[in-house]
């Protein structure tokens, strides 16, 4: 079984926003696999469905981001069996262009508030993670306005490009058991290979 995490603010005014990419990235899985994303379990909204023959449980904390880690804590103390490579957290990252991704095993949270609490609430820091690209912030900007902030039109596209190159990333995790992750690493990370960001 595979728990897939996507991060984000519950409620309609964030959809669309920076911050809510690990939403859109679940709610795409959810549609391309017919996976009704309704149940209510551990402060989280979620569905359960299979993906390639395997069980999967596509999950949207609803505590807001800066508390994501009390849900994905509570999911990991319920399915005891579950190692934490079997999990992947999705989130948006200001240090990544818009509509890039990058995959890591394992890692510091890099300034990302969801990472940081899982992070936090597990005592540990490694599990697998996707980030999808959001954009710098401009200069004039206040961090927290900006994360808020929503695509404009000019941005559609590339966030669309990548939240789709993030769900085909998670498929190929789900459907290889042993290799998964790394083969979804060495598809979609060569792009940022010259990036200067510390994971």
Sequence with gaps: MKLIIGLGNPGAEYKWTRHNVGFEAIDKLAYDFNIQVNKNKYKSIYG????????????????????????????????????????????????????????????SAGGQNGLKNIIYQLGNENFPRL????????????????????FTKDEDEKII????????????????????????????????????IND
């Design 48 to 107: 359960e469905g299979l993906i390639f023959g395997e069980k999967v449980l596509l999950i949207k904390p609803l505590t807001y981001m800066n508390l994501s880690g009390e849900c994905v804590r509570d999911f990991l103390a319920f399915y005891k069996d579950l190692e934490l490579q079997d999990i992947l957290v999705i989130c948006d990252d200001i240090n990544l262009d818009i509509g890039e991704i990058r995959i890591r095993k394992k890692g």
């Design 161 to 196: 490009e990548g939240i789709t190159k993030a769900t085909d990333a998670i498929e190929i995790f789900i459907k290889d058991k042993e290799k998964g992750l790394d083969n979804a690493m060495n598809k979609f990370n060569k792009k940022n290979k010259q990036s200067k």
């Design 131 to 150: 980030r999808i690209g959001v954009g710098q912030k401009p200069e004039n900007y206040n961090l927290a306005n900006y994360v808020l902030s929503k």
